[in-house]
């Protein structure tokens, strides 16, 4: 088990990338925040199925987060990571310190108007700030976005800075961050990325619970609740399969068997899963169910998709 390359500065993951394409080599790239799970691993098994060469990122980007989130609680393993990501038979990582230019000597980064983490904020009067942002209009908005306005303007602009650096000719993204998935899609088509974005299935925990290195923050206690945010989810897929029930039967549905469970709700909602605008009649469309709900003070998302008969 060889270890994969590591590189911290942007000029030589971009000479990496640029040697294997000389050699005629396909690149395959798995973005991360760290603290490695199977879900992780599964993203690493699908590029290297699809790609000559793996590449994966593990960098914890503060513009996605703001003030009040878990940024600086967010789990760290940088050892076991790399042992993993050998094991997986991944050529190279990418881990930059900072990605962003930032003013005096801030690491985290300062808070905007919205919220957001804005790492050398333009308006603390640094004229060398960061100041060039990504964003999706239409499909940002909603589901995630409505508890976390800042959220995919940060994910869209480092997504974007690490497709100039890495490359790739395809990267793969997990589908329980159903709606991150689909606004990367739109970002690569509207932008004329040359990369491939591949959405993978949610990986599970043998009783359900989706993998998510937020899920290293429950307590005990909460990762027993939080087992009800699955057990909802396929209980509605079920009914609607079954029953044919409406958007708003099932909506209330899940919410309930949350609460009920000790959740605290952030959003269900029921949504077509091309457009994710909200449905009301069911029979015959692509539907998504998604959820958001807090356990503690950890945020955990999951989904279901299925097509209503
Ligand atoms: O899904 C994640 O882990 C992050 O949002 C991503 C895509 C690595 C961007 O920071």
């Known amino acids: 088990m060889a270890s994969p390359q590591v590189f911290k500065e ?38 290297r199925q699809q790609c000559d060469v793996v590449v994966a990122s593990i960098y914890i980007n503060p513009t996605q987060f703001s003030k009040n989130e878990d940024f600086g609680v967010y789990p760290r393993s940088e050892a076991e990571d790399l042992r993993k990501l050998a094991e997986a038979g991944c050529a190279a990582v990418f881990m930059p310190a900072s990605l962003y230019h930032q003013s005096g000597s801030s690491s985290g980064g300062s808070s905007s108007a919205d919220g957001s ?26 589901l995630c976005a409505k508890s976390r306005p800042h959220f995919f303007k940060g994910v869209c602009t480092v997504v974007t800075k690490l497709f100039h650096i890495v490359e790739p000719d395809a990267a793969f993204f997990g589908r329980k ?3 991150q998935w689909r606004v990367i899609e739109r970002m ?22 989706a993998m998510s290195s937020r899920n290293a923050m429950l307590s005990t206690e909460d990762r027993q609740r939080s087992l009800c945010i699955s057990r909802a989810l396929t209980e509605a897929r079920e ?29 269900v909602e029921v949504v077509d899963a ?36």
């Open 188 to 209: 690569v088509r509207d932008l004329d990325m040359a990369v491939r974005v591949v959405g993978m299935p949610i990986q599970r925990e043998a009783d359900g619970l």
């Open 10 to 47: 942007v000029v030589d993951m971009r000479a990496f990338s640029r040697e294997q394409r000389r050699e005629g080599k396909t690149i395959g790239f798995v973005p991360t925040m760290g603290y490695l799970h199977e879900g992780h691993m599964s993203l690493v098994q699908a590029a």
């Open 117 to 142: 983490m804005v790492v050398g904020a333009a308006e603390a009067g640094d004229p060398d700030a960061h100041e060039t942002w990504v964003s999706v209009d239409h499909l940002s908005q909603g």
């Open 274 to 309: 091309q457009s994710l605008q909200p449905l009301q009649e069911l029979p015959g469309r692509q539907v998504l169910i998604a959820v958001a709900a807090f356990f503690g003070k950890v945020r955990l998302i999951d989904n279901v998709d299925f097509e209503a008969p």
């Open 239 to 267: 009914h609607a399969v079954a029953q044919a029930a409406d958007a708003a039967t099932l909506q209330q549905q899940v919410a309930a068997a949350i609460a009920a469970g000790g959740g605290r709700v952030d959003y």
């Open 177 to 179: 961050d159903y709606q």
